[in-house]
């Protein structure tokens, strides 16, 4: 009998391990990318869409989403320490993005990448003739090429190595790639040729972009470069030390009235649902690790102590709601957040297992932060009046949340006693995205929903029992209007133009929507998600070869337009672009002859150049008799502390003498 209910516990142990390891499995990744920079036009569609959008700053990047820059346009993607630059008329993909691997594919065009620390697993790139691996930190060119007649792949792709060590494996072998050189690599009939790698006036472009990480920065002491995002911090705010809080950034430059996680927009990104995307230049660290406090009069990012692999969240904050606000929206029931502060408990709201919620959660702070008990122990009971960042909760409405509209226009006022007895909600299922929502841009014509507020006829809630009444609010943002959207001019080829004053990144209300692709010209590889047509099957014609025109020598550092593209991006699926599969064993290196390298090329303040080797120094002849016994190694210097004011970023676990 004992021994049949052993077997019975046995095998209910088995039945139910499955269903924990896919849950395990199912954990959202801790690393993401973000789109930091934007030249020109660029164009995104991600996982779950069958069409192109426009793509903005601070979006999130992970596995799935696909980019396509215009003729005379540029982008930039960070994934904490690796960068990773498009030049124009490219077309990339991110195969895979997570905590063990950063793969990218370009199917035609040029990208550049600097792999300032390399990520576990390594970066590798995919393109239509073989895969390239970089096995060091450096910076790399992989150009891909033109494709060929009816979308045909290339016939020729280059590697170049400015500087660091690659490897390309094409269909049956591989040839690594030193420093200085230039891997040709050629498709019909399959071959190798190494010559010597000369930079090209993309390479300088993104050699500009690369030394703001040359020189040591205060941020690099007190977050890790896996941070995705610090590259911004030192420009755009100030460090300083907290007694309380330790070692905090305050950004240097805001409006009046702001607040985390109030001028910005929501949008959707698989897997973690609803993400937000900040309007300012520095806005994606401070919104999506560590946690904010109102110290004075003033905000402050608290990252927390040292943590070597950081884990990214959608955004840390408590949505609160339950039964309403005590107003009623004829667009649907308002949504409101609450941006956690130190010792607070992020409470995912999209599916998890329990080692991510503690990943994402393991956050130190200095020893004088005291964990909020009522917030994390008793979340579904407690009131907004409990959390510390109260004066900075935020309501709108759902259908100003669900179409992406930006936040500081579409802000609802609401009585402060009812926001104070508001209750956490665990689940947004009751909020669902709209098509706007999917794709990345923000929505202000979706901001007018609040002129449809009116009061909700309801008894009047209890009095409130919180320790502590919320403090004020600040003023409010004006009820916004309904925009009117200008004419539309379309080309000869059916295509809008472009607004004749495009925005910038520095303005606070992003572009318009750019119009959706009809189904004729870019088909989808899935039909809509709202309709139910097939997909047809035609395909769209690839877009043009690139213009030769001349590009500008230093193109605006601070440039970031967003106008409505004009150019038909590729189709999706690419049809000649394949994830190649790796080979059953090892390939043969591939026999070439390397070039003779009488120079090297170098990063000077003018670009790349290729200057002279210095020849090595002749050694002098050793003495007949032997030499004496060296002395003893001196015991190395102490390391320089780090900067003042550092508070505890000295680093995790007790490690003060961290350098950047």
């Known amino acids: 009998m004992r021994t049949t209910a052993t077997a019975a516990a046995l095998g209910a142990i088995l039945l139910l391990a499955p269903p924990l390891a896919a849950q395990s499995l199912a954990d959202p990744p801790g690393r993401v990318g973000r789109l930091s920079y934007i030249e020109g036009t660029v164009s995104l569609h991600a996982p779950d869409q069958d069409q192109w959008s426009q793509a903005v700053v601070n979006y999130p990047v992970t596995t799935g989403d696909g980019f396509w ?5 540029r982008a930039e993607v960070q994934v904490g320490a690796v960068e990773m630059r498009l030049d124009q008329s490219t077309e990339a993909d991110v195969v895979r993005l997570d905590d063990a691997a950063t793969q990218l594919r370009v199917d035609q065009g040029t990208i550049e990448v600097h792999v300032i620390v390399m990520p576990p697993g390594g970066v590798s790139v995919l393109t239509p003739l073989g895969q390239v691996d970089l096995l060091t930190v450096g910076s790399y060119h992989v150009e891909a090429g033109e494709p060929g007649p009816d979308n045909a792949p290339p016939n020729q792709t280059i590697v170049s190595v400015l500087q660091g060590r690659a490897r390309v494996a094409g269909p049956r072998s591989a040839l690594t790639v030193e420093a200085g050189e230039s891997a040709v690599v050629g498709s019909n009939p399959p071959s190798f040729q190494l010559v010597e790698a000369n930079a090209t006036s993309f390479d300088n472009w993104a050699l500009e972009r690369e030394r703001r990480e040359v020189q040591p920065t205060a941020t690099a002491w007190y977050v890790p470069p896996t941070m995705t995002g610090y590259q911004d911090l030192d420009r755009y705010g100030q460090w ?22 109030r001028y910005g927009h929501w949008v959707w990104v698989p897997p973690w649902g609803w993400t937000w995307v900040d309007d300012a230049p520095w806005g994606f660290a401070p919104f999506h690790y560590g946690r904010w406090a109102f110290i004075g009069d003033r905000w402050a990012w608290c ?31 308002p949504v409101g957040w609450v941006p956690l502060a130190p010792g607070e408990r992020f409470h995912p709201w999209y599916h998890t297992g329990p080692t991510y919620v503690q990943r994402v959660n393991y956050v130190r702070y200095d020893t004088h932060v005291t964990n909020n008990v009522v917030i994390n122990n008793y979340y579904g009971t407690a009131q907004t009046s409990q959390f510390r960042n109260a004066r900075a909760a935020t309501v709108v409405s759902a259908h100003a949340f669900t179409g992406a509209a930006p936040v500081q226009h579409a802000e609802l006022h609401v009585d402060p006693q009812r926001l104070a007895q508001a209750r956490p909600v665990t689940t947004l299922a009751h ?57 539309t001019v379309t080309r000869g080829n059916g295509h809008p133009l472009p607004p004749t004053t495009p925005e910038t990144h520095a303005t606070t209300t992003p572009a318009p929507h750019p119009p959706i692709a009809t189904q004729e010209t870019r088909p989808a590889p899935h039909p809509p998600v709202a309709t139910q047509e097939t997909r047809p099957t035609t ?15 230093t193109p605006p550092t601070q440039r970031q337009a967003t106008v409505t593209p004009h150019v038909t991006p590729p189709p999706i699926p690419h049809p000649f672009a394949t994830t190649p599969r790796p080979p059953a064993h090892p390939l043969p290196p591939a026999t070439v002859q390397r070039p003779a390298q009488n120079t090297r090329i170098t990063p000077t303040p003018q670009g790349w150049q290729r200057t002279p080797m210095q020849p090595a120094a002749a050694r002098p002849e050793q003495p007949p008799h032997p030499a004496p016994a060296p002395a003893p190694h001196p015991a190395p210097a102490a390391h320089p502390a780090p900067p003042q004011g550092g508070g505890n970023g000295g680093g995790q676990g007790g490690e003060p003498n961290r350098h950047p």
Request: glycine fraction near 10%; avoid cysteine; charge should be negative.
């Open 303 to 333: 990252p927390g102590a040292y943590a070597v692999h950081p884990v990214y969240a959608p955004a840390l904050v408590a949505f609160i709601g339950g039964g309403g606000f005590g107003i009623a929206i004829t667009a649907g029931a």
């Open 539 to 553: 395909t769209a014609p690839h877009p043009p070869t690139p213009t030769q025109e001349a590009r500008p020598a």
């Open 69 to 73: 820059t215009e003729p005379q346009s």
């Open 431 to 487: 909020v669902q995205p709209t098509r706007e929502a999917r794709g990345a841009i923000a929505h202000p014509e979706a901001a007018n929903a609040n002129a449809a507020a009116r009061p909700e006829t309801r008894a009047p809630a209890p009095t409130a029992t919180a320790s502590h009444e919320p403090a004020p609010r600040g003023p409010g943002a004006p009820e916004a209007t309904h925009a009117v959207p200008p004419p």
């Open 240 to 261: 300083t030390s907290d007694p309380a809080y330790g070692t905090v950034w305050y950004p240097a430059a805001i409006p009046a009235g702001w607040a985390p996680y």
